[in-house]
């Protein structure tokens, strides 16, 4: 098991609907959610805290970065910050 941070920049004219339809079907990952508008430069962020196998953090990040108009970034805990429980 992992922890994962994952960022998801869409636009904010974008259509949100497939983003959250996939994260709630990886909602059982999820130790947090936050979702800024970002007005001024036209953009959603959104910052999801992941626990989970780092297979399944890769299998969402991977789906969220096929949508249309999101660009999608992951980071890892270091190996020494990581926990097996």
């Known amino acids: 098991r992992v922890i994962a941070g994952v960022t998801v920049i869409l636009p904010l004219t974008a259509d949100a609907g497939p983003v959250n339809r996939l994260l709630h079907q990886y909602s059982g990952l999820l130790i947090g ?10 953009l959603s962020i959104i910052h999801l805290t992941l626990d989970c196998p780092r297979k399944d953090a890769a299998a969402l990040t991977d789906q969220l970065g096929k949508i249309p108009g999101v660009s999608v970034k992951t980071t890892y805990a270091t190996e ?5 429980p």
Do not use: V
């Open 33 to 42: 959610r936050m979702g800024l508008p970002y007005r001024e430069a036209g």
């Open 80 to 84: 020494a910050g990581c926990y097996e």
